[in-house]
């Protein structure tokens, strides 16, 4: 073949120029992204049920949910969260690979199952089924210049915004913090006793004088013989203002008096949710947080929200702006610009080692020219930090299949003094078999990686296919176009700069001592297999040391704050303290942060008014250079100011470095009530392990996945008196669940769109358990029955926040591995303080430590496929056992400085880890092969 090529220099170029136009188109049109789709895909499922508690979402809703979810295609595990402000969500995590709109569909069908079981209230407010993953892409948030408070806000967005961009391609779940305004009844129960009145009669006069009616038509179809018009009929429709629902008639007398809801409730335009205070840098906000859809790109999606943003934003009111405040896009976009910068960097050092070698201009064209070709050849998959970090890897093997053509020719000129074209056609002879053997060993190192499952085989893929598609280019380039222009360029030739001689004089010199050292030591043989197999003992020693990981952690330009106040406090009490950390951050750490958005009332772990989520958003890398200026110094100091703060429990967290995986940086455990011990004994093994974990030397930052315990009250209902004085349950339930919890009546019509009509009793009534005894009922006489006369109020304790893990009661520990450790070492330890747990309690990881746990079960198989796919295939080609043996007995002494060189460097075993393992077996292999094909053919000739 690579005669072929001397002769013909023209058809190499174009087959060279047809890879690198392919590339370069592919390259132009491939999505840009940090990693590929790694994140398993999700299916996420919300319910509603306004006024209900954590237990009674639980109970009714979230257990029923479960119960039909059986039989779905790749389904993982499942976890739950009901929460005491009545939502449950589900969250159904699916194997890599799995379609994910056929495993929405099947959960939809599940559902279909569970509906008809579920409370009316949640079945009238339906089941939201959305795909997305668990990671934010970005946050956007309105305010105003002139004077819109946050209802208005909130408004606008949920009703202007929400939809429009939840269309967006690429969008997942949206997390929205405000609420659109809704008709709220404000009922006053001391008036509703007077008239006689229950929340049900308030409720039914409602919907009979807030409905829409069909008129028909005049002159419809069929009609009579002579009928000339035809004409649309309105009947009455919804109600629209807030006088509308004032004037509502709730009752009307025998004198012609009439009594109406204004009469006995305040009614008001507000918010349907005021259950959180969103503020940004200070300023009263309204929020929405974008997730990203399975499958999409983060960069073109958040793209295609900025511009549908910027397209509504035309239209806001006078004074409303927006703000992007947290976008996770720029850090990928700096990660591929990074690793584009190291790319060049690498190109040019080659190019500058290449030219300190070959001494000539001529010569050293030669391999350059092959590092376009096969750079561009290699993008057809995605361009994301895998594939760039795989093509940085192969640089080095990419031009060390041109280099040896071209030393290999030069030699001949030298050596035999032969004219180019004879020389390289002698070069190919001897050295094609081992170019060709070399590509053949580097991809059976590498094709394994590509059939590894999960999320770990994904991110092996992106490396595996990128250099084995690098090494075989290269070999096809330097059979082809370097063959040609060896024929071609190449000159005889002596170096005359001093700077050169002065090398080659230290280099051969070099050479020589090497030469004298390994003829002593071919003397002794027993003391290099001694020293070999005191080496392999130290690499294992050192190799099982290493602390594990997943992926490292990086400075991704942004943390997250949590803050947790006693059981019990209040929403101001809430802000207060958000409020005192705002300040401090936006004062003594300005230098450095750009945005800071705070919500009290809404976290990753729960809502309630004592806890509070905080967004940290840091400024540009460029303008943050100093290690002070890092994000895990920033996170240090603001965790050492407020560690101590005796008012409430505050922590600092990263994002996970694979944030579709994650929301947090660190571990995810799930602690399992395995065998129905009940919420107050899985409380007590959580605090109990909890206790130990924050003892724990190698463990860091260790806290809750949910919210602790809180004061509640239950209501006692004596059955027998209530039915004593002419009540039933169902009526009390009713009251209680309207007055208390609130009520979703209707739909009304506010500026053309569609809102809903609450009703409840109103704050002052609302504010104690002794409030209990100004509610009445009605009963079957038409008299008003005090609560307090069937109805008992006790204190309890219960969460505010219940889990579940694969349809058992859960409870999440999350944490990070101590200064110096790693996630790996962190996992360890608690899974050893795991053994302590009382009897009936198990565990589970899961998000990333799930993915890292699949991954070290794999790392030992995959090792041991590469070694046996090398052995295989060097044997096939040069049929013989004796080569590859000799070729895999190299390969350790690479191992050996890569292991060392991590071990002092302090480094972690990762993923990234493993990968350059194997591009190191692959480099001692290569070298090997180089040595061993030459020694056996010169041994074939008697040499």
């Known amino acids: 073949m690579s005669d072929f090529f001397i002769d013909r220099p023209i058809f190499a170029w174009v087959l060279a120029i047809i890879v690198m136009l392919v590339g370069a188109l592919a390259f132009w049109a491939l999505p840009v992204a940090q990693f590929p789709e790694i994140a398993s895909p999700q299916v996420v499922v919300t319910a509603k049920f306004p006024g209900a508690s954590a237990r009674t979402m639980e109970d009714t809703v979230t257990q029923i949910i479960e119960q039909q979810i059986s039989g779905i295609d790749g389904l993982i595990y499942m976890a739950s969260e009901s929460d005491a402000t009545g939502t449950s969500t589900l969250t159904f995590t699916f194997a890599n690979g799995t379609d994910i709109d056929i495993a929405q569909v099947q959960i939809q069908n599940k559902l279909q199952l569970a509906l008809p079981m579920l409370p009316e209230e949640v079945q009238r407010q339906g089941l939201r089924v959305s795909k997305s993953s668990v990671g934010i892409l970005l946050i956007m948030a309105l305010i105003s210049h002139e004077g819109m408070d946050a209802g208005d806000l909130g408004d606008y967005l949920a009703s202007h915004l929400q939809e429009p961009l939840s269309r967006v391609p690429g969008v997942g779940q949206l997390t929205t913090l405000s ?22 009669d308030i409720a039914r006069a409602i919907r009979e004088q807030n409905s829409q009616t069909t008129g028909g038509q005049v002159g419809a179809w069929p009609i009579p013989a002579g009928q000339d018009i035809n004409i649309m009929v309105n009947a009455s429709s919804r109600l629209t203002s807030v006088d509308d629902f004032k004037r509502i008639i709730l009752k009307r007398n025998t004198d012609g008096s009439v009594l109406r809801l204004s009469q006995v409730a305040r009614v008001e335009l507000a918010a349907e949710r005021s259950d959180n205070v969103i503020r940004i840098n200070g300023h009263p906000a309204a929020s929405l947080i974008f997730g990203l859809a399975p499958g999409a790109n983060a960069i073109e999606t958040a793209r295609a929200i900025k511009a549908k943003i910027k397209e509504l934003a035309a239209f806001f009111p006078q004074g409303m702006d927006y703000v992007i405040t947290y976008d996770t896009t720029p850090f990928v976009e700096i990660s591929i610009h990074q690793v584009y910068r190291t790319l060049v960097e690498a190109v040019v050092l080659v190019c500058l080692v290449m030219f300190l070698f070959l001494q000539n201009l001529r010569a050293t064209f030669i391999p350059m020219v092959a590092i376009p070709v096969v750079l561009l050849g290699v993008f057809g998959m995605s ?7 795989g093509i940085v890897l192969a640089i080095g093997l990419l031009v060390d299949d041109a280099i040896v053509v ?86 005889p030739h002596t170096p005359k700069n ?8 230290g280099f051969e010199r070099l050479a020589l001592r090497y030469t004298a050292q390994i003829r002593k030591i071919l003397r002794r043989p027993y003391l290099i297999l001694t020293a070999f197999a005191l080496g392999i003992a130290a690499t294992i020693y050192l190799l099982l040391g290493l602390p594990t990981s997943f992926v490292p952690e990086e400075d991704q330009g942004a943390f997250y704050g949590f803050v947790q106040l006693p059981p019990g406090s209040s929403m101001e009490r809430t802000e207060n303290m958000l409020t005192k950390i705002r300040e401090h951050i936006l004062t003594q750490e300005k230098d450095v942060v750009q945005n800071l958005l705070t919500v009290a009332g809404y976290s990753f772990f729960g809502a309630g008014q004592n806890v509070g989520q905080l967004y940290i958003v840091l400024k540009d890398w460029d303008a943050r250079k100093t290690p002070a200026a890092q994000v895990a110094a920033i996170q240090r100091r603001l965790q050492l100011r407020f560690h101590d703060v005796p008012e409430a429990r505050i922590i600092f967290f990263r994002p996970a470095t694979i944030r579709e995986m994650a929301r947090s940086a660190g571990f995810e455990f799930e602690l399992m009530d395995l065998s129905g011990r009940g919420h107050a004994a899985l409380m007590a093994a959580r605090d109990e392990l909890l206790l130990e974990a924050r003892a724990h030397r190698g463990l860091s930052n260790v806290r809750v996945g949910g919210l602790d315990d809180v004061v509640q009250y239950d209501l006692v209902l004596d059955v027998d008196k209530a039915m004593a004085h002419g009540l039933n349950k169902g009526e009390i339930d009713a009251a209680i669940a309207a007055y208390w919890g609130g009520a979703y009546i209707n739909d009304f019509s506010d500026r053309g769109r569609t809102k809903r009509v609450y009703m409840q009793a109103d704050a002052p009534y609302r504010t104690q358990a002794s409030d209990f005894s100004r509610y009445h009922v009605r009963n079957g006489t038409g008299g008003m029955v005090a609560f ?101 007995l190299v390969v350790p002494s690479g191992i050996m400085g890569a292991v060392g060189g991590t071990w002092i460097s302090s480094m972690s075993n990762g993923v990234y880890f493993h990968i350059g393992l194997l591009a190191v077996m692959g480099l001692a292999a290569k070298n090997a092969i180089l040595i061993i094909v030459f020694a056996r053919e010169l041994y074939l000739k008697g040499v």
């Not at 361009?383 to 970090?389: P, Q």
């Not at 001093?498 to 004089?505: E, S």
């Open 498 to 505: 001093q700077v050169f001689l002065a090398f080659n004089t």
């Open 406 to 491: 071209v030393e290999n020719v030069e030699r001949l000129m030298k050596e035999e003094h032969l004219q180019p074209q004879t020389a390289t056609r002698r070069s190919m002879r001897q050295i094609s078999a081992a170019l060709i053997g070399v590509a053949l060993v580097i991809a059976s190192i590498f094709v394994p990686m590509a059939f590894m499952p999960g999320s770990v085989g994904i991110i092996y893929r992106q490396f595996s296919l990128t250099i084995v598609t690098a090494m075989l280019l290269s070999a096809l380039v330097a059979l082809t176009l370097s063959t040609a222009l060896c024929a071609a360029m190449l000159r």
């Open 788 to 888: 307090p006369t069937f109805l008992t109020v006790k204190e309890s304790m219960g969460s505010p926040r219940l889990e579940r893990y694969q349809g058992e009661p859960a409870a999440k520990i999350m944490g990070e591995a101590a200064k110096g450790g790693s996630s790996g070492t962190a996992m360890a330890a608690m899974e050893e303080l795991a053994t302590h747990l009382p009897e009936g309690f198990g565990f589970a990881w899961t998000g990333m430590s799930w993915q890292e746990k699949q991954a070290g079960s794999q790392v030992g198989l995959l090792y041991l496929l590469s070694v046996v796919a090398v052995f295989l295939c060097l044997a096939a080609l040069y049929e013989s056992w004796s080569v590859p043996l000799a070729v895999l």
């Open 383 to 389: 361009v994301n930090t895998l594939t760039m970090f």
């Open 179 to 200: 609420s659109q305004y809704a008709m709220r009844i404000w009922l006053d129960p001391v008036r509703m006793a007077q008239y006689h009145l229950n929340p049900a």
